[in-house]
């Protein structure tokens, strides 16, 4: 089983384009895709990017694409999603997730571990 820990989230100035990562323990961690949602107060959990084990097959929610990039390093057991561009509407809590490759990535369900999430806040 591999366990999540989320960081790089704060207070962002809109435009910026801070880096978020995602530290998983245990071995497992390259049997794996991993995804990055968010949460905004009051909203359902929405996808917003996911990456295969290898790392060669990305995809993103349409309000991510062309200003987010998800990346993950094996041999650090970490992934990453660099965000550019921010707006106000990016603020969120970001949740990593990992999941067994196959199915609909964009479904929270198909997921079966989650960090605890890091608030990214985007200020006008």
């Known amino acids: 089983q591999v366990q999540l820990v989320e960081s790089g989230g704060g207070l962002v100035q809109a435009g910026g384009s801070p880096r978020l990562s995602c530290a998983a323990s245990?071995?497992?961690?390259?049997?794996?895709?991993m995804g990055w949602f968010r949460q905004a107060p009051g909203k359902e959990r929405e996808f917003v990017a996911v990456?295969?084990?290898?790392?060669?097959?990305?995809y993103y929610a349409d309000s991510a694409k062309g200003r987010f990039t998800i990346s993950r390093d094996n041999a650090k057991n970490t992934v990453y999603l660099q965000m550019s561009s921010l707006k106000p509407e990016d603020t969120a809590v970001y949740y990593c997730?990992?999941?067994?490759?196959?199915?609909?990535?964009?479904?929270?369900?198909?997921?079966?571990?989650w960090g605890q999430g890091t608030q990214v806040t985007v200020s006008s």
């Open positions: 990456i295969s084990w290898t790392g060669d097959t990305t």
């Open positions: 245990g071995r497992t961690f390259t049997r794996y895709s």
């Open positions: 997730a990992a999941r067994n490759w196959g199915g609909n990535y964009v479904e929270k369900n198909t997921y079966h571990t």
